[in-house]
């Protein structure tokens, strides 16, 4: 049992999607560290593991569970310190193939999802003169990557909000902040949809083959979540945090200051090499 962090006995976090990956790791990190966690998931487990964070219903995909679930941790708490959202899925296939209501069912979870429960908490911040917001953004939010275009795309979506939201909740001692995970080992690859039409366009059919071949590697040999969970509670300490944070594998992370600093055509042709395109 790690001992507890001073201070932070009485902190009060939400984490959405904490029933596995990096939402649970972080739930988990947080209980041992002191916090008062509130972990929210679609169904509620049929026997909660003893001293772990305290579950309660919620489906971001749902603007009246998102209500429900904030106000059941305000009516057992008093107050909501932190909110983090976990929640997420992933869909796989090129952008033609993807049909709209494939691309509307993306970014209902990873875009509006987050936005809702921002929207639940942040009245209460307000009201307390305090909060951090910690989006689970992606490096797919900072480099488009093929055949991902739909998850990139909900990706960058919830990074301009952020980015706005930052700057409007800051009068109001709203911190947002957004960490930037590369791969992790985690549920995502697991649940992972690939879109109906991918099997039948043969125009994609070997190029996404290769390039779900080379992700498939990596995530199996990527590390367990830990290492973002650290991250947050650091965040939570700090009284200044960043806007963005970026974590993993340094393979991967390096891709941000490259596609900033090399040309355009330069980075292209890197990046198709390194995912066999």
């Known amino acids: 049992m790690e001992t507890r962090a001073a201070g932070t006995a009485a902190q009060v976090v939400l984490i959405t999607g904490a029933s596995a990956g990096i939402g649970k790791a972080c739930a988990d990190h947080l209980v041992r560290r002191g ?22 219903v919620m489906d971001v995909d749902d ?7 904030v106000q059941t941790v305000v009516q ?22 993807t049909s709209i209501d494939e691309a509307k069912a993306q970014l209902e979870t990873n875009f509006f999802g987050a936005l809702r429960v921002c929207r ?19 490096l797919a ?16 979506a919830l990074e301009g909000m952020s980015e706005s939201l930052r700057l409007e909740a800051r009068r109001h001692g709203v911190k947002v902040v957004l960490i930037e995970p590369g ?39 990527a590390p367990t979540p830990e290492p973002v969970a650290h991250l947050l509670e650091q965040i939570l ?7 963005r944070y970026s974590v993993g594998m340094l393979s991967q992370r390096i891709v941000v200051p490259l596609k900033r600093l090399l040309p355009q055509a330069v980075f292209e042709w890197l990046l198709c090499r390194v995912l066999a395109l």
């Open 141 to 156: 939010g900072v480099l488009g990557l093929p055949f991902s275009g739909l998850y990139s795309a909900s990706k960058f």
């Open 63 to 69: 603007q009246g569970s998102v209500d429900a679930g």
């Open 35 to 56: 916090y008062r966690v509130f972990g929210a998931q679609r169904r509620l487990p049929a026997a909660p593991p003893d001293g772990g964070p305290a579950m309660i």
């Open 76 to 97: 057992r708490a008093g107050r909501v310190d932190a909110v983090v959202n976990c929640a997420g899925n992933a869909w796989m296939g090129a952008v033609e193939d």
């Open 237 to 243: 300490r700090n009284p200044s945090p960043r806007l």
């Open 120 to 138: 639940a908490v942040l009245p209460i911040m307000r009201q307390q003169g305090s909060g951090y917001i910690v989006n689970i953004s992606s």
């Open 183 to 221: 791969d992790f080992r985690s549920q995502l690859a697991a649940t992972r949809r690939t879109v109906a039409a991918a099997a039948a366009n043969t125009a994609y059919r070997e190029a996404f083959a290769r390039f779900k071949a080379a992700q498939d590697k990596d995530e199996a040999g």
